[in-house]
């Protein structure tokens, strides 16, 4: 970013301003509707010659040439990184909204006449929510995305929030950030990130940010606070997730305290706090037929396993059938059905050859997926095939490299079982308190179910 800013620093002022104007379009222009909002702005250059008559060839390959615009098609578009420096500039000296207003005249977000079964593009999306929060109309882009008192902001989905995302990661302006409305700070980094650690990808400088904005909120927001503790238990910061969750019984917390319990090897709290989260979700929506979707009802379930009574078999597979029946498909579907496997297994009631799932090649269902199959393997004294353990090398350096070190030690402490000879993540120790999966069941005898 700073390598953008001094490229753009060293343009003249003639280009800087034209780099501004697209900046607040935004989506890709080509040259001659580029003229014409310069000519509504009725913007003159140093020399006192109309703005737009700069917009050649010649402006296209300096843009490109110092990494200003991104290149497709001969069009025009700011490049992303620079976009939202570069508008805010605008606010701050009180071009923005004329120039809104020229692009608007030119190209139109939605042009007239407009049926009403016609969807802006994502381009058009973005630029429209751009507007309205630059503008500070944020109760406009709040009923964008549909965000009310009883809408969770944090349980929309990562694509429906793309455009609030790329604003709000793209911005370098931390005070402006900081004094957006928190439902629009909560939907615009948690579903993206609880998404990149699911797929363990390097969200590195959003979950920065995340911690920047939403720590204050934590108190008087919970799903804020919800937010911190899921990424910190994923990033191993065991330490910092228990004052996040401190004097709450809701089941949200509730689910994440197990979630805590278990990493830290307390089994039995874990599965209390598991129990009560379900007990209370519930009581709260008179429904019998519930199951803690996810990362954490998983591990409810493999607390239950721990236990190893027969009731506790029939349980975790009455919850598999209920996750398989949920109107919303789990994340993480097929662990779920590893772990009903896994069960039946443990109640004599199947042979591992019997079982589809742990027989199938999962690598491409992504990491969790992997990682529970290559552990109930293990734990019943198999493993997996040769390409599923370097798939696991594969999602541990991953893991590695984007910081979600729960992860990483877990398939790095079942490459180190299985014997793989390829090359590990330098881990080093697992972080305070962490306590690893790898020796969490064992497989009992026929006669001691």
């Given at each position: 970013m700073s390598d953008l800013r001094a490229a753009f620093d060293a343009l003249d002022v003639d280009d800087q301003r034209i780099l501004r104007v697209l900046s607040v379009i935004c989506e890709p222009i080509a040259r001659d509707r580029l003229r014409q909002i310069l000519d509504v702005l009725k913007w003159r250059d140093q020399a006192g010659a109309p703005l737009s008559q700069r917009v050649d060839e010649g402006l296209y390959?300096?843009?490109?040439?110092?990494?200003?615009?991104?290149?497709?098609?001969?069009?025009?578009?700011?490049?992303?990184?620079?976009?939202?420096?570069?508008?805010?500039?605008?606010?701050?000296?009180?071009?923005?909204e004329s120039i809104v207003a020229a692009a608007e005249r030119v190209i139109p977000v939605f042009p007239a006449p407009r049926a009403t079964w016609v969807v802006p593009s994502p381009e058009r999306r973005l630029r429209l929510?751009?507007?309205?929060?630059?503008?500070?109309r944020e109760a406009e882009v709040l009923r964008m995305f549909i965000l009310s008192d009883q809408v969770s902001p944090s349980g929309l989905s990562a694509g429906h929030v793309m455009p609030l995302t790329q604003i709000l990661t793209g911005?370098?302006?931390?005070?402006?950030?900081?004094?957006?409305?928190?439902?629009?700070?909560?939907?615009?980094?948690?579903?993206?990130?609880?998404?990149?650690?699911?797929?363990?990808?390097?969200?590195?400088?959003?979950?920065?940010l995340m911690e920047r904005l939403l720590s204050p909120l934590a108190a008087s927001?919970?799903?804020?606070?919800?937010?911190?503790?899921?990424?910190?238990?994923?990033?191993?910061?065991?330490?910092?997730?228990?004052?996040?969750l401190e004097g709450r019984r809701d089941p949200a917390a509730l689910i994440r305290l197990g979630w805590l319990q278990f990493l830290l090897g307390n089994y039995q709290q874990s599965l209390d706090s598991f129990d009560a989260a379900q007990q209370t979700i519930r009581k709260a929506t008179r429904k019998r037929k519930v199951y803690l979707p996810g990362i954490p009802g998983a591990l409810f379930l493999l607390t239950r396993l721990r236990r190893g009574e027969r009731d506790d078999f029939e349980f975790v597979q009455q919850q598999v059938a209920f996750c398989l029946r949920a109107d919303i498909t789990d994340p993480i579907e097929p662990v779920y059905r590893l772990?009903?496997?896994?069960?039946?297994?443990?109640?004599?009631?199947?042979?591992?050859?019997?079982?589809?799932?742990?027989?199938?090649?999962?690598?491409?269902?992504?990491?969790f997926v992997?990682?529970?199959?290559?552990?109930?393997?293990?734990?019943?004294?198999?493993?997996?095939?040769?390409?599923?353990?370097?798939?696991?090398?594969?999602?541990?350096?991953?893991?590695?490299?984007?910081?979600f070190l729960w992860y990483a030690h877990e398939a790095t402490a079942l490459l180190n079982v299985f014997g793989f000879e390829g090359e590990r993540p330098p881990l080093g120790e697992p972080p305070g308190g962490l306590v690893l999966m790898t020796d969490l069941l064992a497989r009992k005898a026929t006669w001691e179910i």
């Open positions: 390959q300096r843009l490109v040439g110092a990494g200003q615009i991104e290149a497709e098609r001969q069009t025009l578009a700011c490049y992303r990184d620079l976009r939202e420096p570069l508008t805010r500039a605008t606010v701050a000296d009180g071009t923005f929510v751009r507007i309205a929060l630059h503008a500070g911005s370098t302006d931390l005070a402006w950030l900081d004094g957006l409305d928190p439902r629009l700070k909560i939907a615009g980094l948690v579903p993206p990130l609880r998404v990149a650690a699911q797929d363990l990808d390097d969200r590195t400088d959003a979950y920065r927001h919970p799903e804020a606070a919800d937010a911190l503790a899921e990424q910190r238990l994923h990033r191993g910061q065991l330490d910092d997730v228990w004052p996040l772990l009903g496997e896994l069960a039946a297994i443990l109640a004599g009631q199947r042979r591992v050859d019997e079982c589809a799932w742990l027989q199938q090649r999962l690598g491409l269902r992504g990491a992997l990682l529970f199959q290559s552990l109930v393997l293990h734990w019943l004294g198999e493993r997996p095939a040769p390409e599923g353990i370097e798939a696991l090398a594969g999602w541990a350096a991953k893991a590695h490299q984007a910081g």
